[in-house]
């Protein structure tokens, strides 16, 4: 007779971070809703375990906040911590393109073209899932070429506090000089020159930064007022 390996929970844990953490980044669960471990189990078909951990490590992600026998709600979207974590996603992009230029291969660089041309389309159609997905892909690219996994695991952690405000003040215009900033990046690459690739990712990361000083300073103008 047939068996099955018992499926690890560590898998199930990992799905259940994955699923809130993107539905949360999307906005399906915006800032200040509460969160229910047995609502979420249910929505997922999973055991309140898995679930209970995915949001003890989006808790030390910023994502979610909780009171011990009390309540989980998702965390108020603060541009200060935006703005910090955009600066480390920055410096670890730029550090990924300084490993990984010099290793890239014709079939890496042409993944990353393909990437933004579905980047490009996607923000033709005014799909930011889609958009924002073909740009991990980009810089994904990088990263998994530079082989650092602590990289890659620091870039995971940080990135969703930057998607959920670039999300909110995404733009065509924006998005289209992305396009050309990625062109930019790829020509770079695959041209070996790793000094410009580093320029031009710290350039498409800064602008990440200033979306987020944006929203600094309207606060700031907001509590004057």
Known sequence: MATLSPVRRTLLRDTAYEAIRDAIVRGDFPPGAMVSNVAMAEQLGLSRAPVRDALARLAGEGLVETKPQSY???????????????????????????????????????????ANRRFAAATRAGNIDAALDADDELHGV????????????????????????????????????????????????????????????????????????????????????
């Open 72 to 114: 989980t709600r998702v965390t108020q979207l603060v541009p200060k911590e935006v703005r910090d974590a955009a600066e480390v996603v920055r410096a670890l992009h730029e550090l990924a393109t300084r490993i990984a230029g010099p290793r890239l291969t014709a079939g890496q660089v042409e993944a990353m073209r393909a």
């Open 142 to 225: 990088l990263v998994t070429a530079s082989g650092n996994r602590a990289v890659a695991a620091s870039i995971e952690r940080y990135t969703p506090l930057i998607r959920r405000l670039e999300r909110r003040q995404f733009s065509s215009a924006r998005a289209r000089r992305s396009v050309r900033w990625h062109d930019d990046l790829i020509a770079a690459c695959a041209a070996g020159d790793v000094a410009r690739a580093i320029g031009v990712t710290g350039q498409i990361w800064q602008s990440l930064q200033a979306l987020a000083d944006d929203q600094i300073g309207r606060a700031s103008c907001r509590e004057r007022v």
